[in-house]
């Protein structure tokens, strides 16, 4: 991820790929469209998904890194309940999906009272025998 034209937009490149003293980079290619945030790879490396620029919506695109890397065309994959962004879900690296990114288990802050406290007494048996 990288906001050098001024917003965040996800982009690949070669780990051979040179960059240079202000720390640009030749060969990369950019993968989102319209923004994006916290990209993940499928573990295959086919498919890379990762966070719309609307904080929201998840998406995802095909990927070819053959001799010269494609990408396709991001498309939703899943929006996130309401009320909740990328900023209310911390990070998203706590996201654990399966392979064939079909299924995500993500952690989602509830909407709760906080629950009463509670004090709990270590060595309730010594303090009773000493008369406390």
């Known amino acids: ?12 490149r070669d780990f051979s790929a040179s960059v240079d003293a202000a ?8 993968v989102s469209k319209d923004g994006g945030y916290w990209p993940m790879w499928r ?6 998904w990762y966070i719309a620029d609307d904080e929201t ?5 095909s990927v070819d890194a053959g001799r010269s890397f494609r990408a396709g065309t991001p498309h939703a ?15 998203l690296t ?10 995500f288990l993500l952690p989602l802050p509830i909407d709760q009272p906080v629950p009463p406290m ?4 270590v060595n309730w048996g010594g303090a009773l025998q000493r008369g406390r």
């Open 43 to 48: 573990r295959d490396g086919k498919k890379l």
């Open 57 to 61: 919506t998840v998406m995802a695109v």
């Open 118 to 121: 509670f004090n709990v007494m």
């Open 23 to 30: 720390g640009a980079s030749s060969g990369k290619s950019i």
């Open 1 to 12: 991820m990288s906001a050098e034209t001024g917003r965040p937009e996800i982009y690949v």
């Open 94 to 103: 706590n996201v654990a999906h399966t392979g064939d990114l079909k299924r």
């Open 77 to 91: 994959v899943f929006t996130l309940p309401p009320g909740r962004s990328r900023s209310t879900v911390p990070g």
